[in-house]
């Protein structure tokens, strides 16, 4: 008898524990300031930090500047004063602005009897629209 008695009350127990958990009300979300306090008291678990972590939107990528230093390939180019054709070497041009680049010193030579050249740098136009070395 005693023993139905321990079963009886434990039954009954398990049950009112069962019905006060069916009845709870699952916190609000909380939002703004107080959320990292909140975070600190009941701490999401390491699958929800996890989860948070991969759904949380990355900053945009910073646009590439644009370059400030172009490369120009060589090229052969017929300079009036000299009267001739010399080869400029492939050289770097500093990009001042779209319609202006800087152009450093450059050893200009003859292929036809090896006289080297030097073209004073200096401001100009980009070195697809030049006239001259």
Known sequence: MKRVAVLVLALG??????AARAQLIPPLPVTGPAQGA???????SPLDQVREQSMRRSAPAPLPAPPTEQWVPERRQYVPELGRNLII???YERRLSNQESQVPSL?????ENGVTVTIPGGDRP???????P
């Open 89 to 91: 070497p492939g050289h």
């Open 13 to 18: 127990w398990l049950a009112a524990a069962s």
């Open 107 to 111: 050893p200009a030579y003859d292929r």
């Open 38 to 44: 909140l975070q600190q008291l009941h701490p999401p």
């Open 126 to 132: 980009p070195a697809d629209v030049r006239q001259g």
